[in-house]
């Protein structure tokens, strides 16, 4: 059974960090493509980040560029999304997921004073 659980969301005041997790199971984690996306309150679903299935590779979208690190550790099955300097408009509930066909249900990010 295939598998993203996602965690490390929470409550963080403008300018704060967080660390967000996922934990994939039941496919071959390791060979994929893997993307962090968001979806802000009232609005559709924003890409955030991507890494290729070696590390070796990651793209961010220009809103979150050097703020956001995305890092994957294929020998855990775990992708990572390193989050700092939040601001208000990160608020969002944040997915892992392959764009294919596997996605996690998300984790809440409110960046709030």
């Known amino acids: 059974q295939v598998q993203l659980v996602e965690s490390g969301g929470g409550l963080v005041q403008p300018g704060g960090s967080l660390t967000l997790s996922c934990a994939a199971s039941?496919?071959?984690?390791?060979?994929?493509?893997m993307f962090w996306v968001r979806q802000a309150p009232g609005k559709g679903l924003e890409w955030v980040s991507k890494i290729k299935p070696a590390g070796d590779t990651t793209y961010y979208a220009d809103s979150v560029k050097d703020r956001f690190t995305i890092s994957r550790d294929n020998a855990k099955n775990t992708l990572n999304l390193q989050m700092n300097s939040l601001k208000s408009e990160d608020t969002a509930v944040y997915y892992c997921t392959n764009l294919i066909n596997y996605w996690g249900k998300g984790t809440l990010v409110t960046v709030s004073k």
């Open positions: 039941g496919f071959m984690f390791s060979t994929y493509l």
